[in-house]
């Protein structure tokens, strides 16, 4: 059955600082992983999306890795600002099933 | 485009009443997934649907359960009758493709129901 951890579950660090933010996972047959934000009281926002095939995806400050053999995955936000605030969530689609499978998320505050 | 739309945004009733969930995915997607949230157990997938047909519903908790997709630019998740451990924020999200295997997913803002 295929789990999906995110550490840690929450983290707080000053305006500028460069982050990264962990998820693994314990089968390696996936289809694709995305990265997910959600705000307080809102929906979930895709961030990026790597497929089976790639190793990382970037999207302005936002960089996202995948080492599908070990079961890892990283979000690196770089010069972070207040604005990032919010849970960041992973989701792995696993190949045996073709559902998304969510972790708990990671809550970050970024203090101005 | 507007986005996933889900409605209502809360929902207090009491148990044993009969609560619908509406969702109306992006136009042209193929895909339609029901995720409900809670603390305790994050987001789980209750249904999807594929081309309006359902394809996967073993997540969805009991009988009292119950959702429809009678065309593309609509579905409804049903409870009847609710009990206070329904209470969670159901979100609905759609994807282009046919399954989640390659398509990103789009989420709407969520239904926050309440249980008494």
């Known amino acids: 059955k295929q789990e999906v951890t995110q550490i840690p579950a929450a983290l707080s660090v000053p305006e500028g600082e460069n982050l990264v933010l962990n998820c693994s996972f314990t089968?390696?047959?996936?289809?694709?992983l995305q990265w997910f934000r959600q705000d307080p009281g809102k929906g979930l926002t895709s961030l990026l999306l790597?497929?089976?095939?790639?190793r990382e995806q970037t999207s302005g400050r936002l960089n996202a890795s995948l080492d599908k053999s070990s079961g890892r995955s990283t979000l690196y936000i770089a010069a972070s600002q207040p604005g990032d605030s919010a849970t960041y969530l992973c989701?792995?689609?696993?190949?045996?099933?073709?559902?998304?499978?969510f972790g708990q998320g990671t809550t970050l505050q970024v203090k101005p | 485009d507007a986005g996933v739309i889900q409605s209502p945004r809360h929902e207090v009733t009491e148990m044993g009443q009969e609560v619908t969930l509406r969702c109306k995915p992006i136009?042209?997607?193929?895909?339609l997934f029901w995720y409900r949230q809670t603390m305790m157990r994050g987001l789980e997938l209750l249904i999807y649907?594929?081309?309006?047909?359902?394809?996967?519903d073993s997540g969805m908790p009991e009988d009292r359960f119950s959702a429809k997709m009678p065309n593309a630019s609509f579905s409804t998740l049903k409870i009847q009758p609710s009990e206070p451990r329904d209470s969670a924020v159901y979100f609905c999200?759609?994807?282009?493709?046919?399954?989640?295997?390659?398509?990103?997913?789009?989420f709407g803002e969520g239904s926050r129901l309440t249980v008494l």
């Open positions: 999200a759609s994807s282009p493709r046919t399954s989640a295997n390659t398509g990103e997913l789009f």
């Open positions: 089968d390696s047959a996936i289809y694709n």
């Open positions: 790597i497929q089976s095939s790639q």
């Open positions: 989701a792995v689609v696993s190949s045996n099933t073709g559902k998304l499978i």
């Open positions: 136009s042209g997607h193929n895909s």
């Open positions: 649907f594929n081309n309006n047909v359902p394809i996967d």
